[in-house]
């Protein structure tokens, strides 16, 4: 893909509802961890990791994607967070392919984003289902579940 499509995806921000912020701040190291048991607590080195394993999440059920028009938002994460590494941004166009079934899709970085924020809500439930059942060793409890999952 042209460096276009790839910074055209940093003007779209990552708007997430209101009633998730308190997990994206408990999982995330942004928003601070200081010794090595705050680690193990927040297994997300970025919010927008927690963002894209929700996606992630989801695709593996084979949930669909939640309409988050009318809902309670806030910005939680910048669009030019969502391209960094360069493979998010390639996986992102695949699974807007795959859930639009239209390959155009990719022309359009609102879109993609609007189908890959639904797909993160649908899967941030059972994701963070996982991290609660798991309190105090949540990094090794995902990466068990993770596993299984696969």
Known sequence: MTDNVNTSFASVEVNAPV???E????YSQSTGASSVADLD????????????????VAVKLKLKPINLEGRD????????A???PEWRANALRLIAIS???ETDVVQDPRRMMRIANGLAFAGMPPLIEILER????????LSDELVAML
């Open 73 to 80: 938002t806030y910005k939680a994460i910048e669009g030019s």
């Open 134 to 141: 798991h309190p105090d060793d949540e990094m090794f409890g």
């Open 23 to 26: 997990f994206f701040q408990r």
């Open 82 to 84: 969502v391209i960094s």
């Open 99 to 101: 859930e639009s079934g």
């Open 41 to 56: 607590r927040k297994p997300f080195p970025r919010m927008v990791d927690f963002w894209f394993l929700a996606v992630c």
């Open 19 to 21: 009633e998730f912020r």
